[in-house]
T-cell receptor
Framework: KQEVTQIPAALSVPEGENLVLNCSFT??????LQWFRQDPGKGLTSLLL?????REQTSGRLNASLDKSSGRSTLYIAASQPGDSATYLC??????????????FGKGTHLIIQP | DADVTQTPRNRITKTGKRIMLECSQT?????MYWYRQDPGLGLQLIYY???????NKGEISDGYSVSRQAQAKFSLSLESAIPNQTALYFC??????????????FGPGTRLTVL
């Protein structure tokens, strides 16, 4: 059974710092990995999608990497801002050769950027 | 954006009542999903549908049923609600995209409380 772990569970840093969020998964047979942002009581906003054949994706100040063989992904946030405060979720999409589908989520990293 | 909508957004019901949560999408995607989110547990997959004629159970389908009325509509039913079904429920969609499937897009969520 696929398990996704996110470290740290919570992080509080001053504004302007660069930071790294970590995600690990136990089964490397994935189709893709997706990073989401969730604000309190809100839905999920997709940040980055990395296909299984890719090593990284970038969007603005965000960069996500994927090392499928070791079961790891990182989300790098450059020059953090208070508006980046949210919970960040990592999710892997299972291999659907047998018809299975859906995302397996980590429990998230709760990020606070101090002004 | 309102590409994936969920109704109702909030619902309070009593134990034993039947309740239906509805999801509609304008993205033209063929795949739809229902997840629930519990504090400390992350998101878990309840059901997913590849198309109108294809419904599949996820990790935690017991106590739930679904109906795919059309490509754009996917409903989740609780036949006899119980308090431990109190959670935040999300609908999501995705489309096929070559050898690796594309990203999932989430609705705003329905907060369900069962008393």
């Amino acid at each position: 059974k696929q398990e996704v772990t996110q470290i740290p569970a919570a992080l509080s840093v001053p504004e302007g710092e660069n930071l790294v969020l970590n995600c690990s998964f136990t089964d490397s047979a994935i189709y893709n990995l997706q990073w989401f942002r969730q604000d309190p009581g809100k839905g999920l906003t997709s940040l980055l999608l990395i296909q299984s054949s890719q090593r990284e994706q970038t969007s603005g100040r965000l960069n996500a990497s994927l090392d499928k063989s070791s079961g790891r992904s990182t989300l790098y946030i450059a020059a953090s801002q208070p508006g980046d405060s949210a919970t960040y979720l990592c999710a892997v999409r299972r291999y659907s050769g047998g018809g299975a589908d859906g995302l397996t989520f980590g429990k998230g990293t709760h990020l606070i950027i101090q002004p | 954006d309102a590409d994936v909508t969920q109704t109702p957004r909030n619902r309070i019901t009593k134990t034993g009542k039947r309740i239906m949560l509805e999801c509609s999408q304008t993205k033209g995607h063929d795949r739809m999903y229902w997840y629930r989110q519990d504090p400390g547990l992350g998101l878990q997959l309840i059901y997913y549908s590849f198309d109108v004629k294809d419904i599949n159970k996820g990790e935690i389908s017991d106590g739930y049923s679904v109906s795919r009325q059309a490509q754009a509509k996917f409903s989740l039913s609780l036949e006899s609600a119980i308090p431990n079904q109190t959670a935040l429920y999300f609908c999501a969609t995705s489309d096929r995209g070559g050898a690796s499937y594309n990203e999932q897009f989430f609705g705003p969520g329905t907060r369900l409380t069962v008393l």
